[in-house]
């Protein structure tokens, strides 16, 4: 059994609302930014590492992470977002939902009913640091980007009793301590944003992995989050290679000015992908647990005010959209100005590549290009 932690955002405008017996045509493309967005939430960092045989160890501190969101919307100039719902709490899943293959995706009310009133108490839901309502201002250097900041962390007595010895007598229970105390646990945090009548929300997950057996891994150490160090913007794609050639020359701000009849590709710089080993369940063997090493996959996500990408999203290694017929992998994404009505009045767009590997680490980077009729 290996665990994976997927974050995931979703947004409306409950002035725009979609009636299925109206039917939903000409929805906007899932890259284009035209209003209230959590594009990516960043932990730092992103995992921690937990010794079973001392889980309870250390200050609530030392198992506290620093979240910061990235929050966009083009529509609001110089305003404020308001922060409705910050919570966090253990993404406890028992053995039925463990079996079914889904888990907890939001932090409730009325968590899993357990037989002990102290285990029952740990799974709780807590509001983050700062706490909801408090007001978050655009970014000086980005008129239209809210950086809100967050600090949460399952505390050590969440940690002793989520990562204790399976020995309460409850086979439910013993049966999830063995799970978190062999494949790790997450801690989930879930965000609203909202401005005006726009809402935007947003689950993050910090992720709670088990410290292996040093004879297993001697060099383990935390995971750490992704980073893409450059962009590169290009004016063509080689049809026998599928490589990204001639690049543009870029200035400072805007990088790029491009007429809506040019073609750019746009290329990140390889974020790296971390090698680590985990316990998982073979099931050749009988479902004995075994440790596995794996290189992680990165994906990589476009995003542009103003035009679209295609694809939407590619990713660290082959797949139908990110290779090339000789195996080769590519991370760029062709851009496609708007057309004239949907082009700004300043011509400026604003382009974000997210990048996410397979443990819950979040990077980003940003540019601007000018585009011209």
């Given at each position: 059994m ?9 947004r409306?405008?409950v002035?725009?609302?979609c009636?299925?017996?109206?039917g ?5 493309d ?10 990516a ?14 889980p309870?160890?250390?200050?609530d501190?030392d198992?506290e992470a620093?979240?910061?969101a990235?929050v966009?919307?083009p529509?609001g ?15 406890y899943?028992?053995?039925?939902t ?15 009913d ?9 799974l709780?839901?807590?509001?983050l640091v ?11 250097d ?13 505390s ?12 309460t ?19 989930i945090?879930?965000?609203?944003f ?28 935390p ?5 893409i ?20 020359a870029t200035?400072?701000v ?5 007429s809506?009849a040019?073609?750019l590709y746009?290329?990140?710089a ?8 985990f316990?998982?369940?073979?099931l050749?063997q009988?479902?004995a ?7 992680e996959l990165l ?19 082959p ?20 057309a ?16 996410h ?15 011209v009729?």
């Amino acid at each position: 059994m290996r665990r994976r932690s997927h974050d995931w955002c979703w947004r409306w405008s409950v002035a725009l609302t979609c009636v299925a017996a109206a039917g939903c045509g000409n929805l906007d493309d899932v890259t284009t930014v035209k209003d209230l967005r959590v594009l990516a939430i960043q932990a730092e960092p992103p995992g921690f590492l937990v010794d079973v045989t001392d889980p309870g160890a250390g200050s609530d501190a030392d198992w506290e992470a620093t979240l910061t969101a990235l929050v966009v919307d083009p529509t609001g100039l110089n305003q404020t977002v308001q922060v409705t719902t910050a919570l966090g709490c253990p993404d406890y899943v028992d053995t039925i939902t463990a079996a079914t293959g889904t888990a907890t995706r939001v932090c409730s009310a009325t968590p899993v009913d357990l037989p002990d009133p102290t285990l029952q108490a740990a799974l709780a839901s807590t509001p983050l640091v700062p706490a909801s309502g408090q007001t978050v201002a655009a970014t000086p250097d980005g008129s239209f980007t809210f950086l809100p900041t967050f600090q949460y962390g399952l505390s050590t007595t969440q940690l002793a009793l989520l990562f204790a010895s399976p020995t309460t007598g409850d086979a439910q229970v013993d049966a999830v301590l063995t799970n978190n105390r062999t494949f790790g646990l997450d801690a989930i945090t879930s965000f609203t944003f909202t401005r005006g009548d726009q809402i935007a929300q947003a689950v993050k997950r910090v992720v709670y992995w088990p410290k292996l057996d040093p004879v297993v891994n001697p060099n383990q150490v935390p995971n750490q989050n992704p980073t893409i160090s450059d962009v590169g913007f290009f004016k063509i794609r080689n049809s026998a290679t599928g490589d990204p050639e001639d690049p543009y020359a870029t200035g400072e701000v805007p990088e790029l000015s491009l007429s809506r009849a040019d073609q750019l590709y746009v290329l990140p710089a390889a974020a790296t992908a971390e090698t680590y080993t985990f316990y998982e369940k073979d099931l050749q063997q009988g479902g004995a647990i075994v440790a596995t090493s794996a290189e992680e996959l990165l994906r990589y996500d476009f995003f542009a005010t103003a035009g679209t990408f295609s694809p939407a999203e590619r990713q660290s290694k082959p797949s139908a959209l990110t290779t090339t017929p000789d195996g080769q992998v590519h991370l760029d994404s062709q851009y496609e100005p708007p057309a004239g009505k949907d082009l700004p009045a300043d011509g400026n767009v604003t382009i974000w590549i997210v990048v996410h590997d397979e443990r819950a680490g979040v990077g980003w980077i940003s540019r601007s290009v000018r585009v011209v009729p």
